[in-house]
């Protein structure tokens, strides 16, 4: 199974950038954007940079790893590396894709959310191992994706 990137992505007010994702047959849920590694990407902060271009239009700096999940997923162990970022710039009309190319996918809505445990705990966040990341240590966020001196 291929390993994917997810963005912690933080704004100028210090709010975190989530997807509300409506997807046909499912639940509402919400996740932190990223994605699959692809052949042509050349190391994990690449592929999180191309994720985050791909689905939120958006650049990023001060790029931070965060921590490593895994957890079981269709038979097999999934595996994400979550970092930590900094938004530059978001443009939604730059974004392309399968995600946005395909209806059975739903739709991604961009969402900026306080950060509050109360934000994350109250919302159907997936994958459950990057909510409960987060929810244990959502007022340290701040402190861990600081911009380089």
Known sequence: MRP???????DHDE???LF??????????WSVPGGHVEPQDTSLEQTL???LLEELGATVFAVTPLTVVSYPLEGGVKTQH??????VSMDPELRYGPEFEDPSRGVYEVERVLLEETEITSRRLLPEAVAEYLSANIAALPHLITPPH
């Not at 994917?4 to 933080?10: A, I, K, T, Y």
């Open 49 to 51: 940079h191309r994720e």
């Open 20 to 29: 509300r994702r409506t997807v046909p047959g499912r639940d509402v849920y």
């Open 82 to 87: 979550v970092y930590g970022c900094r938004l």
């Open 4 to 10: 994917s990137v997810r963005g912690v992505l933080l």
């Open 15 to 17: 709010r975190l950038v």
